[in-house]
């Protein structure tokens, strides 16, 4: 077999590859991580629980507030993905955004931030202990940085999109590599 | 005979034209594209989002971006790595080669601005002055587009 034609297959390989197991274009975590399950404040002060998504599946996204590249850029993809769902499945997914800064992102500032998204934007914080419980049985972290002369800090976080579905099962990742046709499609058939 | 010195005279002045034409300095030899900020609600920073083209033969730095419109404004860049993210000050500036371009654009090069001055609405227009090694002036004021949240 000549060069060119094995790098050919190669490329072709990758591609299918690329595409993830089981023809997700995220990343399957069915059966590898537990269940959803949580204790937060939500964007209107209360304590909350999973149970506040009343049964109906949810991507969630870990950041803060005082991120201004990529978590406007995830949360924008991740709307215009819902967008393109039917209009059913749109209503059906509730969106979540969990601020592991609580302290710049208190219950006002969320719920300004996740409105200007979309409406079925839910924000979310806690305190310390129960967002490292959380993020920890996501096998996910976040930190913060040095402060600056003014106080103000960065945060580091995970960049991807958490999906679980009906049952509150993890069922993907979407890493940020992933374009809205991509986000869109890997929604449209969870949400089947 | 008449003909073929006619073309040639012709051939002659075009390519002249076309030599006078490359040779020419380009008016800015520095041009900045789609300048944008990206509102973000709730008093969190904003990010501000454009292409720099440096026309001149030689590299240039930008060193830094000011606005009366924020408090502070810092160049960044966001790092993704192994499904986590994070932000890193370019506390050497950027350089932009000669005759290359540089896109600030969501998920890596970015100005932070901080702090706004006041209420911002989409389609208002927010001046920064950028600041720049190896080209004059070494001041350049941009005007930016305030867009929404939800656009890249
Ligand atoms: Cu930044």
Redesign the pocket.
């Known amino acids: 077999m000549n060069l060119p034609r094995l790098g050919l297959m190669l490329a072709a390989l990758l591609a299918l590859a690329a595409c993830g197991e089981e023809g997700w274009h995220g990343k399957s975590i069915e059966g590898l991580m537990p269940e959803l399950e949580f204790r937060l404040t939500s964007e209107t002060g209360e304590t909350v629980t999973e149970q506040v998504f009343e049964g109906r599946p949810v991507a969630m996204y870990f950041g803060f507030t005082h991120c201004?590249?990529i978590c406007p850029a995830t949360l924008a993809r991740l709307v215009a993905a819902v967008r393109r769902l039917p209009e059913p499945q749109q209503e059906r997914l509730q969106l979540a955004f969990v601020s592991v800064d609580p302290e710049r992102d208190g219950p006002e500032q969320l719920r300004d931030y996740t409105d200007a998204f979309s409406e079925r934007m839910l924000g979310l914080t806690g305190t310390q202990k129960q967002l490292k419980t959380l993020t920890r049985r996501y096998r996910t972290t976040y930190g913060y940085e040095e402060r600056r002369e003014d106080g103000s800090y960065?945060v580091s976080h995970s960049s991807a999109i958490f999906v679980f579905d009906a049952d509150l099962e993890p069922r993907l990742m979407l890493l940020d590599s992933l374009g809205v046709a991509e986000i869109a499609a890997d929604l449209e058939r969870l949400l089947q | 005979m008449k003909i073929v010195s006619g073309v040639l005279l012709v051939i002659v002045l075009l390519a002249g034209a076309l030599w006078w034409v490359s040779d020419m300095a380009p008016a800015e030899p520095i041009e900045i594209e789609n300048p944008r900020v990206r509102l973000v609600p709730g008093g969190a920073?904003m990010?501000g989002y454009f292409s720099i083209t440096n026309h001149t033969d030689a590299p240039i730095r930008l060193v830094s971006a000011a606005s009366d419109a924020f408090g502070h404004v810092?160049i960044?860049r966001?790092v993704v790595t192994d499904g986590g993210a994070r932000?890193e000050h370019q506390d050497q500036g950027v350089l932009v080669g000669a005759g290359e371009t540089v896109a600030f654009e969501p998920k890596g090069l970015?100005l932070?601005l901080m702090r706004a001055q006041r209420e911002l609405e989409v389609g208002d227009a927010v001046d920064v002055v950028f600041g720049f090694e190896g080209v004059e002036p070494a001041e350049y004021r941009v005007t930016f587009t305030v867009v929404p949240v939800t656009s890249s």
């Open positions: 201004p590249d960065e | 920073p990010a810092m960044h966001t932000m970015h932070m």
